[in-house]
């Protein structure tokens, strides 16, 4: 009954993200009254293993007792402060390990608030770094086609996903966008294990055409995730370091979905050995837990603002919430369980055991083109004939369909188009992994009426 009550007032009061309303008339919002660890539970009494960590956020469990403690014991010390001019310890101590984890050379932390104005803040700092170093002509940025960096209108604008930039296309920056790497469908015929990226090519080719105009290239690096899950090979990253090198063009890292172990790294990086020039951080940094993002960048960067009031070359970019002292608090408790727990050791065991739960269904089934995976994102992605690699027609909905059976099934999958991907919070167990892969599949076969 409460249920229903809560369902009919959300619906008269609220405006839900990502989601086509009327859809919420023969499916209404499913209301959760709490989590615990990997399952959330609904006024009804149902309960959904969340196999893709609240879109991507959460990594050790809903209520982990361990953050919650740390929350709870900021909160009676300091909710909130200015961060002009004013600190407090949690930021300074997050921001000291940051620096220690993150890739060599990125030593300065600038706060913001969620995963978009991180990408707003490395941007404007590029465009601005090369503005002050005279280099007017520096204004655009190169991304990759199919790429996603959030929805503000800088954010989306070195995106590419039509269903969320198209109908802004004319207030959106003038941008470069290269062809991304397809290594499910790829034009170069190379196998995955063995690339080495020869699709960069045509990243070599934009930016040494245009490279006077360049201030940066943002990436995700190694997986584009909001496009399906697109696995590449760190090669491609190792060449395009080099290629920013060459051309003295920053190299942004976009590591907000795939930052903190997602990959089996913790940083996604470090699978080419790279160091980019400025890192965005996000979704995973407070555990799931509290809005907060970072862009952490080079001595190099951070000393091209720095000097008297000559000119005005400081950074005059702030979030009312910026560095907030709970979401801090989040962070390090986050950070804490990845030390104490040996997480990315332990991750290890569970990615091979989605591996081969997901493999002895996959084989043989006549609409899983493929079954990609790295660390702890696996990803299938669902073709209409498995020769050609035909998609299935976005209209056709077959994703939110099976979405919606695995829920009955109890789990939460949310499928991007025609890839169904499990992304659990680091702190499954066995048995959910076994109840995910075997719930998801249910639901696949449900839809295609297979056995
Ligand atoms: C989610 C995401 C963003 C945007 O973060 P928000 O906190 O949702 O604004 C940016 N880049 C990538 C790669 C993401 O996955």
Redesign the pocket.
Known sequence: MIMKELQKKDLQYIWHPCSQMKDYEDFPPIVIEKGEGAYLYDFTGHSYLDAVSSW?VNLFGHCNPRINKAIKKQLDQLEHVIFANFSHQPAIELAEKIVDITPPGLNKVFFAD????A?EVALKLSFQYHQQAGQHNKTKFVALTDA????TVG?LSVGDIDLYNKIYKPMLLDTIKVPSPDCFRCPYGQERSSCQAPCFEQMERAVEAKHHEICAVIV?PLVQ??AGMKIYPPQYLSKLRALCNQYKIHLIA?E??VGFGRTGKMFACEHANISPDMI?L??GLTGGYL?L?LAVVTDEIYQAFYCDYKELKAFMHSHSYTGNPLACAAALATLKIFEEDNVLEQNKAKSAQIKELVQSFAHGHPYIGEFRQIGMIGALELVQDKASKEPFSWDKRVGYQIYQKALQEGLLLRPLGNVLYFMPPYIVNDKDIEFMVTKAFRAINQYFNLP
Request: glycine share 10%; proline share 5%.
């Open positions: 991507w969620n995963g978009s104005s990408v996603y960096h959030g929805e954010a995700e995730a909001a976009d907000i979905a965005c996000s979704k809005p993002s």
